[in-house]
C-alpha cells in the first residue's frame, strides 16, 4: 500500500536501536529513546527525529514493545513504552545477526 | 498479523477520534521537549521552536507515517469516498434509477437463471449424506449405458464392491384416478440407504421386498399426497390401483423428498412387485430382462477414481462370456447428490443460454457504462481541478469505482425482485402453454433462495460494477489537468471513441442474439410445418396393460365412437424408438428402427405403401416372417434393386430370415428433431399382444379421449397407461423448441431496447457535445437536413460496423448448432436478414430524436455561449 521511503531503509536498523535502548530501562517515551539513541551514538544518529514515531508504532503493532500513557518528569502527560517478552526475543534474535552480519562485512572490509 | 495487532488496528478504527489525539499529543510533547532542551542550549524562544522542527522532519509526513502503521487508511477513504458518492446521487436521482433499473434487468434475469439451475444441479437433494451417493452403470462400445437385470444386481450386491450399499431402482409409471402418477420401484433399503423418514405411517422397509410377488404395498410422496388426495388423513391402509393392481398405502415420505431421479416421483413400491405391475417378461423369470439402476453409497474413504478402477474390472469380468456388443467398454459413475449431476456434457447444453443470458446483462453494463463516461466528461473539470491539486490518480478511480459499487446495490435488490417476478411469470408462461397432457407430468421443484444463490448475486453484482466503472473511472482521471481546468473538455476525443466503441460492441451483440433468435424460431416453424409422413388428427393413442387388453379391446370394438382400431409396439412421435441390427444377404448390416404393426396402422395415419402390399390379417396373428421396409431402409439395403421380395437377416431374438413383402413411404416414428426415420422396417403384430393401441375416432377428439379414458378406467381400473391424442404427442415433442424460441424471443426484445436506449443516449450526447460546432454549421447556411444527416451518419456508421460484426459471429454460431440439428442444416438468409434490418431500423429511430434536436439548435444562443 504505502510508497517505500528513506524510512524503510533504514527501518531495520531503528527497529534494533530501540529495542535496544528499551531493554536497558524500564520504560521510555518517544522523546527519552531520541535523546538516548543520540547522545549513545556520539550524534552520528540523530536527524529526522520524527521517523522514529512510525518505527515506534510498527513495533507496538508488532508486540515487541507496549505502550501505555504516564506522567513525565516534568508533570507533562506523556506515552511510555516498554519491552514486551517477544519484543525481547526478536532483540535477542537481531542483536545476534547484526553482531553476524557486522564481522563479516568487516572481515570482507580487511580482507580487500 | 498478531493478536496486538489486531486488537490496535480495531481500537484505531473504532475510537478513530481518540487514537489521532494521542498521536497530536505526542507529537506535542517530542516537540516541546526538544523546545525545552535548545532554550536551555541558549536559543532564543523562536530559534528553539524553529530547531525543534527541523530536528524532528515534517510533522505532516510523520503522521501520516504513522496513520499509515494502523493499516486502516483503506476503511476511512472508503468512507470518504461513499459520503461523496452518496451526495453526488443525491442531486442526481434520475440518472441513479436509470442505471439501477438498467443493470437490475440484466441482473435479474440471470440470477432467475442460476436459481432454476442451482434447484436442479446444484442444491443437493435433501437425503442423508448426498455426496456419497453415486448411479452406476457399464456402457458398451457405443457408450450407450446399460440396465441391469435382477441376476446382476444379486451379484453385484454379493461382491460387495466399492460401495457400503446399494439399491436398485425402476421407473414405472401409472395413472391413479386419471391423474398421471410417476413412481420408482425400489429395492426394500432404500429407504433405509437413503435416510428418508415418513411423514405419515412407514417408509418402505427391506420387509416388503423380500420374495417376488411380495408386498403390494407403497409410499406416496408428500406432494402427490397433497395435491392427489388433499392431504387426508385416512390415506394409509388406502388401496390405489397401480396399473391394474391393488396396492395398500403404507406411508407418506417426509415432505421434501421427492426422490433422487431427475424428475420428482409420486410413489415408491418394492422392486419385488414388478411382475405383477409389468407386461412382458418376469424380472425374476428365466428370461433375465435388463430393467434396473443401480444406485449406491460409496465406503467411506473410497475415492471416485479408486472406485471406477474396481468397478471397471468387476464389469469386464463379468460380461467377458458375453458377445462382443454386450461386452463392458467402460462404466459411469455418476453423482446423485443433486437432482441433475453436473458434467461437462450438461454444461455443454447449459453454455447457449448461459451466453445469451449474459450477454444481455453485458449489453445493459455497456449502457451503463456509457452513461457513466458521459457523466465523467461532464465532470472533467471537477476531475481536473482535483489532479490538479495533486489527488491521485488511482485515488480518484477508487473513488470512481466506489460509486459504481453503491450504484450496483439498489441495482442488486431490484434484480433480485425481478428475478423472483421473472421466475414466476415464466413458469404461469409455461403452464399456460405446454401442451395439455403434459401438464400433468411436470412437476415444480423448490427453488430456494440460499447461500449458492446470494454468493452468485453478489458475485454478479460486483462483476458488472467493475465491468460498467471500470473504463470511465480509467477513462475520466486520464485529463489533461490544464486543459480541462479552463473547460475545453471536447478537445480530448477519447471518451467518444470509448463510447463509440461501447456503441458498437452493443450493436454486435444485439444482431448476434436477435439473429439466434431468428435462426431458432425459423427452425421452430419449420419443424412444426414439417411433413412428418403421416395424419396424426383424429388418431389416440394409449398403452394398455396385458391382463386388460381383451376387456379394453372389446369395449374399443364396441364403441360407437371408434372406427378402426390398430396396434404397435412404438407410439409414433413418443420420443423413443427400439432399433436392432438387420442385414441382407450381400449387403452391409445396418442399424434400423423397426415398430410391429397391425395391418390397419398404415391406413390409421395414412401412410402410404409405395410398393408390394399391407400385411395381411393372418400375417399379424402367426407373427410370419415377413416386413415391409421404408423407403429409406429398402435404399440402404437394397439399393436399385426393388426391394419387394428379398430377404433380409434379423439378428434380434429369436434371429430369423425375414422375406420383404412392400415398402411404405418414409415417416418420423420417434422425435420431430431428427427428421425422418433413415431406415425402418414394420414387423407384424396384433392388437391382442401389442402393447400399444390406436385408434381413429369421429367427433371432437379431446372429448373423446376424456369419455374413453373415463370409461376403461372404470371397466379395468389401471388397465390403460398413457392416453393421449396424437396431435398432443405432436405438440409435446414441439414444445421444447416453442419454449427456446419465447425465451429467445424474450433476450432479443430486451437486447433491442437496451440498444435502442445506448445508441439514443450516445446520440443525444454527442448532440450536446457539438451543439457549438452544430451552431455555427447552422449559422454558416447548413440546412435542417444537413444537420440531421450529420448526427443520423454518425449513428450508422458505427452500426453498419456492430451489424457486420454480430452478422459474422452469428454466422459462426448457427454453423456450429446447425451440426446437431437436422432442421438447421443450410444456410437460411430469412433470419439474417430480419435481424439486421431491425437493428438498422432500431439505430435509425433511436438517432432521430437526438438528430430532430440538432437540427433546432438556435445559432444566435449557441454561439452566444463563449
Same mark, same amino acid.
Request: aromatic share 8%.
Given at each position: ?112 | ?195 428418508? $423418514? #415418513?411423514?405419515?405411517?412407514? /417408509?418402505? *422397509?427391506?420387509?416388503?421386498? &423380500? ?6 404395498? !407403497? %409410499? @406416496? ?116 447428490? $443433486? #437432482?441433475?449431476?453436473?458434467? /461437462?456434457? *450438461?454444461?455443454?447444453?447449459? &453454455? ?6 449474459? !450477454? %444481455? @446483462? ?139 466503441? @461501447? ?364
Amino acid at each position: 500500500m504505502r510508497k517505500p521511503s528513506r524510512l524503510d531503509l533504514l527501518q531495520g536498523t531503528l527497529d534494533l536501536l530501540i529495542l535496544r535502548t528499551l531493554q536497558s530501562a524500564d520504560a521510555m517515551h518517544g522523546w527519552a529513546i531520541s535523546e538516548r539513541i543520540r547522545q549513545v551514538s556520539e550524534n552520528v544518529l540523530q536527524a529526522n527525529q520524527g521517523s522514529l514515531y512510525p518505527a515506534l508504532h510498527r513495533l507496538e503493532h508488532q508486540g515487541w514493545i507496549k505502550a501505555e500513557w504516564g506522567i513525565s518528569e516534568l508533570g507533562r502527560r506523556a506515552r511510555f513504552y516498554r519491552l514486551t517478552a517477544p519484543g525481547r526475543k526478536q532483540l535477542q534474535q537481531e542483536a545476534d545477526d547484526w553482531t553476524r552480519v557486522a564481522g563479516a562485512i568487516g572481515k570482507v572490509l580487511e580482507l580487500a | 498479523m498478531t493478536l496486538s495487532d489486531l486488537f490496535l488496528r480495531l481500537r484505531a478504527l473504532m475510537f478513530r477520534a481518540r487514537v489521532e489525539e494521542e498521536l497530536e499529543d505526542e507529537v506535542e510533547f517530542h516537540l516541546a521537549m526538544a523546545h525545552r532542551k535548545h532554550l536551555e542550549a541558549g536559543h532564543s524562544e523562536e530559534d528553539a521552536a524553529r530547531l525543534a522542527r527541523l530536528d524532528f522532519g515534517r510533522v505532516g509526513s510523520v503522521k501520516e507515517d504513522c496513520r499509515g502503521v494502523r493499516g486502516i487508511d483503506i476503511f476511512e477513504t472508503a468512507l470518504q469516498d461513499i459520503r461523496y458518492a452518496l451526495r453526488s446521487f443525491w442531486r442526481n436521482p434520475g440518472f441513479v434509477l436509470t442505471v439501477a433499473g438498467t443493470i437490475a434487468l440484466g441482473l435479474g434475469l440471470n440470477l432467475a437463471l442460476f436459481t432454476l439451475f442451482n434447484a436442479y444441479v446444484l442444491r443437493p437433494i435433501s437425503i442423508r449424506d448426498p455426496y456419497s451417493l453415486y448411479g452406476f452403470t457399464w456402457t458398451d462400445r457405443q457408450g450407450a449405458g446399460h440396465a441391469f437385470s435382477w441376476a446382476e444386481y444379486k451379484q453385484f450386491e454379493k461382491d460387495n464392491l466399492a460401495f457400503s450399499e446399494v439399491a436398485a431402482v425402476q421407473y414405472i409409471y401409472t395413472r391413479i384416478d386419471g391423474h398421471a402418477f410417476q413412481g420408482q420401484l425400489v429395492t426394500g433399503n432404500y429407504f433405509q440407504m437413503l435416510g428418508v $423418514t #415418513s411423514e405419515l405411517g412407514r /417408509p418402505l *422397509l427391506p420387509e416388503d421386498a &423380500s420374495a417376488p410377488g411380495r408386498e403390494a404395498v !407403497l %409410499v @406416496l410422496s408428500y406432494q402427490a399426497w397433497q395435491s392427489t388426495f388433499g392431504g387426508r388423513a385416512d390415506i394409509i391402509g388406502m388401496k390405489l390401483m397401480v396399473r391394474g393392481f391393488p396396492m395398500e398405502v403404507v406411508g407418506v415420505a417426509r415432505k421434501g423428498f421427492q426422490d433422487i431421479s431427475e424428475v420428482p416421483r409420486d410413489f415408491w413400491a418394492p422392486v419385488t412387485m414388478a411382475d405383477r405391475l409389468q407386461d412382458g417378461s418376469d424380472l425374476f423369470g428365466v428370461e433375465h430382462p435388463e430393467r434396473l439402476e443401480i444406485v449406491g453409497r460409496l465406503r467411506r474413504g473410497q475415492s471416485v477414481s479408486g472406485a471406477k478402477a474396481i468397478l471397471t474390472a468387476w464389469s469386464q469380468r463379468i460380461t467377458a462370456q458375453l458377445p462382443e456388443d454386450h461386452k463392458a467398454a467402460g462404466i459411469l459413475l455418476r453423482s446423485k447428490a $443433486t #437432482s441433475i449431476p453436473l458434467t /461437462p456434457e *450438461l454444461l455443454i447444453v447449459f &453454455s447457449p443460454l448461459v451466453i445469451a443470458f449474459t !450477454l %444481455v @446483462l453485458v449489453l445493459a453494463c455497456t449502457n451503463v457504462a456509457s452513461m457513466m463516461l458521459a457523466r465523467a466528461v461532464a465532470r472533467q473539470r471537477e476531475i481536473g481541478i482535483r489532479l490538479s491539486l495533486g489527488a491521485l490518480r488511482r485515488r480518484l478511480i477508487r473513488q470512481l469505482l466506489t460509486e459504481s459499487i453503491l450504484l450496483s446495490i439498489p441495482a442488486a435488490i431490484l434484480g433480485f425482485i425481478i428475478s423472483r417476478v421473472t421466475i414466476d411469470a415464466s413458469i404461469r408462461v409455461m403452464f399456460a402453454t405446454v401442451p395439455k397432457d403434459m401438464l400433468e407430468l411436470i412437476h415444480d421443484v423448490p427453488r430456494p433462495v440460499d447461500w449458492r444463490v446470494i454468493a452468485f448475486m453478489v458475485f454478479a453484482t460486483l462483476a458488472s460494477a467493475l465491468l460498467f466503472g471500470l473504463a470511465p473511472a480509467f477513462q475520466a482521471t486520464r485529463a489533461n489537468v490544464i486543459s480541462s481546468v479552463r473547460g475545453e473538455v471536447t478537445s480530448d476525443l477519447r471518451p467518444v471513441r470509448a463510447r463509440n466503441a @461501447l456503441v458498437i460492441a452493443q450493436v454486435t451483440v444485439c444482431t448476434l442474439l436477435l439473429v439466434a433468435c431468428g435462426v431458432l424460431v425459423r427452425t421452430t416453424m419449420a419443424m412444426s410445418a414439417f411433413d412428418i409422413g403421416f395424419r396424426t388428427n383424429n388418431v389416440i393413442a394409449m398403452e394398455v396393460a396385458a391382463n386388460s387388453r381383451r376387456q379394453v379391446l372389446d369395449a374399443l370394438a364396441s364403441d360407437p365412437e371408434v372406427d378402426t382400431i390398430a396396434a404397435a409396439s412404438a407410439i409414433p412421435l413418443n420420443g423413443a424408438v427400439r432399433t436392432m441390427t438387420i442385414r441382407a444377404d450381400d449387403g452391409p448390416a445396418i442399424s434400423t428402427a423397426y415398430n410391429e404393426v397391425s395391418p390397419e396402422y398404415f391406413g390409421i395415419l395414412g401412410i402410404p405403401i409405395l410398393r408390394g402390399r399391407n400385411f395381411t390379417k393372418q400375417e399379424s396373428a402367426s407373427e410370419t416372417p415377413v416386413a415391409i421396409l421404408s423407403a429409406g431402409a429398402a435404399q440402404s439395403l437394397f439399393a436399385g434393386r426393388d426391394a419387394v421380395g428379398q430377404i433380409f437377416h434379423l439378428s434380434g431374438k429369436p434371429a430369423r430370415d425375414v422375406r420383404v413383402i412392400g415398402v411404405a413411404a418414409d415417416i418420423v416414428t420417434c422425435c420431430i428433431p431428427w427428421g425422418k426415420d433413415p431406415a425402418l422396417i414394420y414387423l407384424p403384430t396384433t392388437s391382442a399382444t401389442s402393447a400399444a393401441v390406436l385408434v381413429h375416432v369421429r367427433g371432437e377428439v379431446e372429448a373423446v379421449r376424456h369419455r374413453l379414458d373415463t370409461r376403461l378406467a372404470e371397466l379395468a381400473p389401471g388397465a390403460i397407461g398413457d392416453i393421449h391424442s396424437l396431435d398432443q404427442y405432436r405438440a409435446a415433442g414441439m414444445y421444447a423448441f416453442r419454449a427456446a424460441s419465447m425465451i429467445g424471443a424474450a433476450l432479443g426484445g430486451l437486447a433491442l431496447f437496451l440498444t435502442l436506449t445506448g445508441i439514443y443516449g450516445v446520440l443525444s450526447y454527442f448532440v450536446t457535445q457539438r451543439t457549438k460546432e452544430i451552431g455555427i454549421r447552422v449559422a454558416l447556411g447548413a440546412t435542417t437536413r444537413t444537420v440531421v444527416g450529420l448526427v443520423l451518419t454518425q449513428s450508422l456508421r458505427l452500426t453498419a460496423i456492430g451489424i457486420g460484426l454480430g452478422v459474422g459471429l452469428a454466422l459462426g454460431v448457427s454453423r456450429l448448432i446447425a451440426s446437431n440439428l437436422v432442421f438447421m442444416r443450410g444456410f437460411d438468409v430469412a433470419p439474417f436478414a430480419a435481424g439486421v434490418l431491425l437493428v438498422a431500423f432500431s439505430a435509425l429511430a433511436a438517432g432521430y430524436v437526438p438528430s430532430r434536436r440538432a437540427a433546432r439548435i438556435d445559432p444566435i444562443q449557441t454561439l452566444r455561449y463563449d
